[in-house]
């Protein structure tokens, strides 16, 4: 058995994360009112969006770890803001691959710099251009160091950016933006349960994944 | 010291001319492209024009910015400055300002290529323009500098540069295009005016940042 599972705690989390998973999947497909005009596409809001709210929550653990490892100078803080980025840019993927999928039934194109996804590839490019500087630093100080400033810019730049692509071109963005608490009840419960378990599941991973790196002496 | 810093800065520039150089024959190049790509029989550019102007000036700066520390770690002069009593932050923005300098001199030259050969039209309120230009540069120039700092020492620093600007700077690339356009128009800065406060509150925000964060990417 994998030695972090080994720890009763870790196990019980895996075992409650995938418990949740699957009931949340259930819900998801038999329990959620079916939306006039989006019938089954609709269906991947409950992962689209819990995607994204995983993927910037964990930037913005990028950026608290890197103002906590400026400061202390612990290389704990270096593991899980690395772990962070890493997570948080596999669920804006997951948020860039869903979003077209939802995108093409219902608007009819697959991609129409809607802003929140327009937001999402450009927080992407900046995180595959943090990997990037982290595995073109020779000194892994060096490189914890430089990573650790890069999130904090790269999170000081998001409400800018959000600002700037929302008011950017209006005529090409011309769907309607549906707020979630104008959602019924029927679709609000539902989407709060995955947030939660996308949230549990986030957690775990990122506690997964620090283990690793630990392991790895980074 | 700061002015001694941008003095240095811009002396060295003076005496190897190499970034401006560079800097304003690939501005002449980039224009040149655009006459071939955009050529259309109205021979109008003007509605293209503001995002042609801010790409051109976006990989213009780029190059100035791969030599922005080039001297520094080719002759491994950067430890002798940081040796120096001076606060590190200052260093960020000596070469901040001199690089902005040094890109609004080269802008100076390509606008004339790019009016004459796009064949646009000069709009009035040429004040608005120039306020907007300066925003812009100055922009572009505070967190190229910084990222240029924070990627000099790595492998592959020079592609590095672009791949960490272009998306961090998609704020500034929309401001600095819809402000420009707004301008362009003639239409009144009441409607515009939006984008010039997303363009200062982008150098108030990340001025700040540099200021206080470059100590941290130059620690030995």
């Known amino acids: ?218 | 010291m700061i002015m001694v810093l941008i003095k240095k800065e811009l002396l060295t520039e003076l005496r190897a001319k190499e970034s401006f150089v560079t800097m304003a024959a690939f501005s002449m190049v980039i224009i040149v492209s655009f006459a071939f790509t955009f050529i259309s029989p109205s021979g109008r550019f003007m509605e293209m024009a503001p995002g042609m102007f801010w790409i051109m000036v976006l990989f213009t700066s780029v190059l100035g910015l791969q030599r922005s520390f080039a001297y520094e770690s080719e002759f491994d002069a950067f430890s002798a400055i940081l040796s120096a009593p001076v606060d590190r932050g200052e260093i960020f923005l000596a070469k901040w300002i001199s690089g902005s300098i040094v890109l609004t001199m080269v802008e100076t030259i390509a606008i004339v290529p790019f009016i004459l050969f796009l064949r646009i039209e000069i709009p009035a309120n040429l004040l608005e323009g120039i306020g907007i230009i300066f925003l812009g540069n100055t922009a572009i120039m505070c967190l190229g500098s910084f990222l240029s700092g924070l990627a000099m020492r790595s492998r592959l620093s020079n592609v590095l540069v672009p791949i960490l600007l272009f998306p961090l700077l998609s704020p500034v690339i929309i401001a600095s295009v819809k402000s420009t356009t707004g301008w362009v128009r003639g239409l009144p800065i009441g409607v515009w005016e939006t984008w010039v406060f997303i363009l200062v509150s982008f150098i108030v925000i990340f001025g700040l940042l540099g200021y206080t964060l470059f100590a941290h990417i130059t620690e030995e």
């Open chain 1, 1 to 218: 058995m994998n030695p972090f599972f080994s720890n009763r705690i870790n196990l019980f989390w895996l075992a409650t994360v995938f418990l949740l998973m699957v009931v949340n999947v259930i819900n998801i497909i038999y329990n959620t009112p079916m939306v006039p005009d989006q019938e089954w596409a609709q269906k991947i809001f409950y992962v689209h969006v819990p995607s994204a709210w995983t993927g910037f929550l964990s930037y913005f653990i990028v950026m608290i770890s890197g103002i906590l490892f400026l400061i202390k100078k612990d290389q704990k803080w270096d593991r899980i803001g690395l772990a962070a980025a890493e997570i948080g840019t596999l669920f804006l993927a997951l948020v860039l691959i869903t979003g077209p999928i939802w995108a093409k039934p219902i608007w009819g194109r697959a991609w129409i710099w809607e802003p929140r996804l327009t937001t999402t590839l450009v927080l992407f490019l900046i995180y595959i251009g943090y990997f990037m500087m982290r595995s073109f630093s020779d000194y892994p100080e060096r490189a914890a160091r430089t990573a650790a400033v890069l999130g904090i810019i790269a999170f000081a730049d998001i409400p800018i950016i959000v600002f700037s692509v929302k008011f950017w071109s209006p005529e090409i963005q011309s769907h309607p933006q549906v707020e979630m608490a104008s959602q019924p009840p029927g679709i609000l419960l539902p989407f709060i349960f995955s947030i939660t378990c996308f949230s549990i599941l986030y957690f775990l991973m990122l506690r997964y994944r620090v283990h690793v790196l630990k392991l790895q002496g980074r």
